[in-house]
């Protein structure tokens, strides 16, 4: 069983910076690919940003490249994003989710595995 915590939310003004981290657990081979994805009230989901687990490859979403990095730490089977310059449009409840898969995918159906969520609120 994969287990996906997300930490690290909160409020933050705008210009400022969060860094969100998923802890995972469970089979390593059903995280060969992770990733960030978001959700405003009344949008649909939309894809933030992706690694994969043995390369560190990454992937950005158009609307957050150059101010968003994602990471890994494989010793604590934790990802992270690292925000920055952070906008009110940013704000939405931010969400990890891990693949068996073992390329980069943008598409929220292929992740098998999501976490619970945290809220990201940032203020103008």
């Known amino acids: 069983q994969v287990q996906l915590v997300e930490s690290g939310g909160g409020l933050v003004q705008a210009g400022g910076s969060v860094r969100l981290s998923c802890a995972a657990s469970?089979?390593?081979?059903?995280?060969?690919?992770m990733a960030w994805f978001r959700q405003a009230p009344g949008k649909e989901r939309e894809f933030v940003a992706a690694?994969?687990?043995?390369?560190?490859?990454?992937y950005y979403g158009d609307s957050v490249k150059g101010r968003f990095t994602i990471s890994r730490d494989s010793a604590k089977n934790t990802m992270y994003l690292q925000m920055n310059k952070m906008k009110p449009e940013d704000t939405a409840v931010y969400s990890c989710?891990?693949?068996?898969?073992?390329?980069?995918?943008?598409?929220?159906?292929?992740?098998?595995?999501w976490g619970q969520g945290t809220q990201v609120t940032v203020s103008s």
């Open positions: 989710a891990a693949t068996s898969i073992l390329v980069i995918t943008t598409t929220p159906v292929t992740y098998e595995h």
């Open positions: 469970g089979r390593a081979f059903s995280y060969n690919t």
């Open positions: 690694i994969t687990w043995g390369s560190g490859s990454t």
